[in-house]
């Protein structure tokens, strides 16, 4: 059962992770999480140092951890490998991808318009952040796959930066749009080239704002 329990919160953690729920710099109280969550602490710090493990939080003394926090060096490190494997993803997806994943898929971009609309941050994080990775789950490789979550992890909490301006969120879901019709063509270099500017587009920006803070 507590094994049962620590992998439960694991899993919500790695998730509020990938979609961007947490700031960088942010720290996480053990005692806090717990109390949120009606449990003990220990399933808690297990989870935690899991992630810690993971690369995706740092430790902090008193019993907390911390997201890491972004510079424009790290950010565009990771974007470099991003823009290669999450292309690569989209490419090998469009030929295997199934009618409900497609259906799944839809759904995201409609609630992610709803959402920008309405100013909906956290809506708008969770759906972005369930069609990339259904896409590429789609991919059929469990080691390509997992280096890909392994670098959202990292970078998830840094999304809400977007919405710092309001004609650039406004742009958010348009290379989905062209990546999806790709997808349901079953054009996979199209679907490609699509992800690859949503990637190179709002990561170009996120540069500069790093830039811009960091001197």
Not at 96 to 107: S, W
Not at 197 to 209: A, H, I, R, T
Request: glycine share 6%; aromatic share 8%.
């Amino acid at each position: 059962m507590a094994d049962n329990l620590q992998d439960q919160l694991y899993q919500q953690l790695r998730d509020a992770l990938l979609a961007g729920r947490f700031r960088p710099g942010e720290r996480l109280k053990i005692r806090d999480l717990a109390a949120e969550w009606g449990t003990s602490p220990m399933p808690v710090r297990a989870a935690l140092q899991r992630l810690v493990a993971e690369g995706a939080l740092e430790s902090e003394p008193q019993r907390s951890v911390r997201v890491p926090a972004m510079t424009r060096e790290r950010f565009q490190q990771l974007f470099q490998v991003r823009l290669s494997l999450e292309g690569l993803a989209v490419e090998l997806a469009a030929a295997r991808i199934g009618a409900a994943e497609i259906e799944l898929l839809r759904g995201c971009i409609a609630r992610m318009e709803t959402a920008l609309e309405q100013r909906n941050v956290p809506a708008y994080l969770d759906d972005n952040s369930l069609f990339h990775l259904t896409l590429y789950r789609a991919c059929a490789n469990p080691i390509l796959l997992r280096m890909i979550e392994s670098l959202w992890l990292q970078v998830g909490p840094f999304f809400n930066r977007l919405f710092t301006e309001a004609d650039l969120s406004l742009r958010l879901n348009d290379f989905h749009e062209q990546a999806f019709t790709a997808l349901e063509a079953g054009d996979g270099k199209a679907a490609r080239a699509a992800m690859e500017q949503d990637l190179s587009f709002f990561g170009e920006y996120l540069l500069k704002l790093l830039e811009l803070e960091q001197g």
